[in-house]
């Protein structure tokens, strides 16, 4: 499991109601990752926010963290 | 404390255990005082303690990143201040603080889910957001320049919320020029233009 994975566990556990809930799977492409994050359909907006703004800033922080390990990842938040 | 219940046990652990129940909370993000201990029972009221909340948080997300950041988190009177360092806190600087101020959002967002009522939260690292007040200025005023010599609007950014803030308010008392927010969502860019002839 890599470390953006847990990253957004994280903060995606922080952000909702139901914390049990959260589940992230990983697709691992040679330069892309793409992590697909679903939560209870109760706290979906909770992690995309007003205008897409809370979903914006976790992409801007994944973005911002990966580039410790040279990758991009691409956030999908799945309903 | 504010907002702080009052809880009833016959230890203090069963106080405790109560208190994290009722509030959502672990232990470790607690505050809490003794009201009555004795032999029969024990009372005490207990809150969420915001600097306890805020640092768990940034630290089990830094650990789970692999992340080399550390916070100190300090209660100031109007907010609640997180300086940052560490190896990698030069990744949240990158792109004129783009991840700075996203996790800055996360975190104003998560507490707001917590707490009833908190102070805002304010993240930054070694004199970091100064710095870039002073850089965004001197590119605002240059882009303010380019505008008035070519009679048209000149487009920078996209920038987050905070940076935003930084060009607006440096060009606010500009006699010749305005500033305008462009776009949808955390990142917009930022449109400086000359007033209209009239």
Do not use: W
């Amino acid at each position: 499991m890599s470390a953006m994975k847990d990253l957004l566990v994280e903060i995606a556990k922080a952000l909702v109601d139901n914390p049990d809930d959260v589940k992230v799977m990983e697709i691992e492409g040679e330069q892309t990752t793409v992590l697909e994050l679903r939560v209870n359909n109760e706290d979906l907006g909770k992690v995309i926010g007003r205008q897409g703004r809370t979903a914006r800033a976790i992409r801007t922080l994944l973005s911002a963290a990966g580039m410790k390990v040279s990758k991009r990842f691409v956030l999908e938040i799945l309903e | 404390m504010n907002g702080a219940e009052r809880f009833l046990g016959g230890s203090l652990d069963e106080c405790l255990n109560q208190a994290c129940l009722a509030l959502g909370a672990r232990t470790e993000e607690l505050q809490y005082e003794v009201i009555e201990d004795s032999p029969a029972v024990v009372t005490i009221e207990a809150a969420l303690d915001p600097v306890a909340v805020l640092g768990l948080f940034l630290r089990e997300a830094f650990n789970a990143g692999d992340l080399d950041i550390r916070a100190r988190i300090e209660e100031a009177e109007e907010h609640l201040g997180g300086e940052l360092y560490g190896e990698d806190f030069r990744l949240l600087t990158a792109g004129l603080g783009k991840g700075l101020d996203s996790l800055q959002y996360l975190c104003n967002r998560i507490m707001n889910g917590r707490l009833r009522s908190h102070a805002p939260v304010h993240l930054d690292g070694d004199g970091f957001k100064m710095r870039r007040a002073g850089r965004l200025q001197e590119d605002a005023e240059a882009a303010a320049e380019r505008a008035i010599q070519r009679r048209g609007p000149v487009t920078m950014g996209p920038f987050t919320p905070a940076a935003r803030r930084e060009i607006h308010l440096a060009l606010a008392d500009h006699p010749s020029v305005e500033t305008a927010s462009d776009g949808e969502g955390f990142l917009k860019q930022v449109v400086v233009r000359p007033f209209r002839l009239r």
